[in-house]
């Protein structure tokens, strides 16, 4: 069975820093683009940043140049280091993979940043 388990969110201040983590107990990781997502109360989930089995990665630009997604294939878990919060950066972050036509997502990590 698939799962994905998010973990690192919390409460920070703006300017401060977070890692998240998405860990797959399923064995999905494997050549497989990873991505996160966040949405925020009132709004449609987002896109946020994704990353292919090789290491090649890609954001949003709302979050370029201050968030780094990162993966370790050999224990199938994929990072998010979040710099530079913003107030506007709280949601719940989720990590999603697509399998075919299968999406997988986790149950999602909260990230708040206080002004």
């Known amino acids: 069975q698939v799962q994905l388990v998010e973990s690192g969110g919390g409460l920070v201040q703006t300017g401060g820093s977070l890692t998240l983590s998405c860990t797959d107990s399923?064995?999905?990781?494997?050549?497989?683009?990873v991505a996160w997502h966040r949405q925020a109360p009132g709004k449609p989930r987002e896109w946020v940043a994704g990353?292919?089995?090789?290491?090649?990665?890609n954001y949003a630009n709302s979050v370029k140049g201050r968030f780094v997604i990162s993966r370790d294939n050999g224990v199938r878990a994929v990072y998010l280091q979040m710099n530079k919060l913003k107030p506007e950066d709280t949601a719940v972050y989720y990590c999603?993979?697509?399998?075919?036509?299968?999406?997988?997502w986790g149950q999602g990590t909260q990230v708040t940043v206080s002004p």
């Open positions: 999603n993979i697509v399998v075919g036509q299968m999406s997988y």
């Open positions: 399923g064995g999905i990781f494997g050549g497989n683009v």
């Open positions: 990353i292919s089995w090789s290491g090649e990665t």
